[in-house]
């Protein structure tokens, strides 16, 4: 296929030119360009040049740029090659020493090579750099800098981060809230920061709303959810409308956000040895939590050893099964269970001191880390938490120590943590939400007076801070990661929230500002009254009285104060005694019968009374027999000489 032929005409860079001074370069540029031959009118491409004429074109381009450069410096041309000035060095003097007598004409020489020369230096770099540039610019300066003198400022980049992690721990100010008188073993937030929920060892659940509360801090509501049964933990679905209780039941309870029931687990046969086999849990609960994004989905942990998935609102039977094993094979317990921020890891901390883990998107027959010595055998590791990255995992042991664990690299921790007396099976820990600084409480020691909160950093290693909290153990630590503020559960009863004025938001600081306000038990108006001594008694007013001879007086109005019926002051029988004391004086009254009855004199002889009157004005059973009575009868003496009626035998004779 043919195509045409793409010509070109000859390229040349358009420059104004002063006439006023003409250039030499230019005037050579001419006559290389009248001895060479010019390209054919229509026809087009370029035809052999000389080496010489070339370099020189070359040369000319790179002078016409610099000069182009420099009136920009200047200030003379414009942004594009048409709107560019006439550049004159000359005008320009001439017009520097009309403003400016006295100005040396060297001394301006001198000053436009100098900004030439730093112009080439500085490449196509013209005016001020931009603030993204500057701020490389000074980086790269401080770099180099940091890179000669890199040894001395180790120390001090060291010393600031200390400095800097103590400032982002919010401990300024401190509010109490009151649970009970019992240690708090559960705590939770809402995911909002509007709620907070607590359980505590004595049975009781409690719920704090931060914005319908005043300084007092009391809660809004208790309750018992699980009977007799201790709370051991509470966690928020991920939406916050849900919360998930674990006690020392066999069975777990959902909660809606108001504390009504939605769900309860289903209790497995005790009776049977395979616990996959079992509609749940058959031994009491050590822990639980909810899925990370499913908000229907939570995995509980039992000492029947075994870890179970429950899916679902509606279904009260399991989705999966996992069982914990020993060294040996054979069964262990889980003491506490959690999904990493991605559900696709499922951690749990056994009785046994080891920590096991297995993959959600694999079968969960086989672990994908366990590691047998990570605490002491037989204690319990009551804490088991992921961080925000999800790369760490730190646990919490009944054997004073906390270790923080890197999952690339689990066969050793990064660190541990020694001395952290506990005596509670739920004490935990928690990372702070930029996954800096580990926190976790004490149990208080025997001959110290008060428990500690313990700030370490996951970099160095060192304790950053402590923070001395109540005369009482210390159980749980929660650290908010929208409200930033600090909640502690204390032994006592108490619960403690730790909040700085400038970075916290929300959540303790709406109740602290507000003041509890009395009811007032009536409102005083003051009416001006007018005294007229000698009205009449329809527009006579009485006179003003004060609140409390009003009530004085509408008390003593059985009508006003809405007096109940006196009791009855004789006589048994309950409302009859208006009537009379008994029953017969009752019947008595309500029969229409005009003439009282005394209670007090004897029945039988008011009855007898009436004998006479009876028989000769029948009244009741006469006349109601008068039409179908037969006459009476009545049996007559017998003659004293005639025999008696022969009584007849009965069987009873026989």
């Given amino acids: 296929m043919q195509r045409g032929k793409i010509s070109f005409g000859k390229i040349q860079l358009k420059v104004n030119k002063a006439p006023a001074e003409p250039n030499p370069n230019e005037a050579a540029k001419e006559d290389d360009a009248k001895e060479s031959p010019e390209t054919s009118g229509s026809g087009g491409g ?33 942004f594009g090659r048409k709107a560019a000035k006439v550049f004159d060095i000359n005008e320009q003097i001439e017009k520097a020493r009309i403003t400016r007598p006295g100005l040396d004409k060297k001394k301006e020489e001198s000053k436009v090579e100098e900004e030439d020369k730093e112009a080439g230096e500085e490449g196509d770099v013209i005016g001020p750099l931009p603030p993204a540039a500057a701020a490389d610019n000074d980086n790269s300066t401080k770099e180099t800098s940091k890179g000669e003198d890199s040894d001395e400022d180790s120390s001090d980049e ?104 939605k769900l309860e687990c289903c209790k497995g046969d005790q009776y049977i040895s395979d616990m996959s086999r079992t509609k749940g849990h058959v031994a009491q609960l050590t822990s639980g939590c909810w899925h990370p994004f499913n908000r229907e989905q939570f995995l509980t942990a039992a000492l029947d050893g075994t870890l179970r998935i429950w899916q679902g609102l509606k279904a009260k039977e399991q989705v999966q099964v996992i069982k914990t094993r020993a060294q040996g094979g054979l ?28 993959d959600t998107r694999k079968m969960y027959v086989n672990t994908t880390h366990c590691v047998r010595d990570a605490h002491q055998k037989g204690s319990e590791i009551t804490s088991i938490v992921f961080s925000y990255m999800g790369q760490q995992l730190a646990t919490r042991s009944n054997d004073e120590t906390m270790k923080l664990w890197d999952l690339r690299q689990f066969k050793q921790p990064l660190h541990t943590w020694t001395n952290l007396f506990s005596r509670y099976d739920t004490t935990d820990c928690c990372f702070s939400p930029d996954d800096r600084i580990l926190v976790t409480g004490e149990s208080l020691p025997k001959g110290q007076t008060e428990a500690n909160l313990y700030f370490y950093s996951t970099k160095s290693y060192d304790e950053v801070q402590r923070i001395p909290v109540s005369n009482s153990h210390v159980v749980k630590t929660l650290w908010h990661p929208k409200l930033n503020q600090l909640f502690v559960s204390c032994g006592n009863g ?16 709406l109740c602290v500002v507000k003041t509890h306000r009395k009811r007032q038990p009536m409102e005083m108006v003051g009416v001006s009254q007018i005294i007229t001594p000698h009205a009449l008694p329809l527009f006579r007013q009485e006179k003003s009285r004060t609140s409390r001879k009003r009530m004085e007086k509408a008390r003593l109005d059985p009508v006003k104060s809405k007096r109940p019926d006196l009791p009855i002051t004789s006589g048994q029988g309950g409302r009859v005694a208006s009537s009379g004391g008994t029953l017969s004086s009752y019947v008595i009254r309500n029969l229409g019968l005009s003439k009282r009855v005394d209670d007090d004199q004897d029945p039988r002889e008011a009855i007898l009374k009436y004998a006479k009157d009876a028989a000769e004005n029948p009244y009741w059973i006469a006349p109601a027999y008068k039409q179908t009575q037969p006459k009476a009868i009545f049996s007559e003496k017998l003659p004293g000489d005639e025999p008696a009626t022969k009584k007849p035998k009965t069987e009873a004779d026989k």
């Fill in 331 to 358: 069964r262990t317990n889980a003491a506490s269970c959690n999904f990493n921020r991605d559900a696709t890891l499922i951690a749990a901390g056994c009785v046994d001191g080891s920590i096991q883990t297995w």
């Fill in 494 to 509: 108490t619960i403690k929230c730790y909040y700085d004025e400038q970075r916290s938001i929300r959540g303790a600081k």
């Fill in 158 to 261: 060291d010393s600031d981060d200390e400095q800097s992690l103590v400032k982002r721990i919010p401990y300024t100010h401190e509010v109490q809230m009151q649970h009970g008188s019992r240690a708090v073993l559960a705590l939770a937030g809402d995911p909002s920061g509007a709620r907070l929920v607590s359980g505590s060892i004595d049975y009781d659940m409690c719920f704090w709303d931060f914005a319908g509360m005043d300084s007092g801090m009391r809660s809004f509501r208790q309750l018992q959810p699980c009977e007799n049964h201790p709370i051991r933990s509470l966690q928020y679905s991920v939406t916050g409308d849900m919360i998930l209780v674990i006690s020392g039941n066999a069975q777990a309870k959902v909660l809606d956000r108001d504390g009504f029931e």
């Fill in 46 to 78: 370029f035809k052999k040049m000389d080496k010489q004429q070339m370099i020189r074109q070359i040369e000319d381009v790179a002078e016409d740029l610099e000069s182009q450069h420099l009136k920009e410096v200047m200030g003379i041309s414009g």
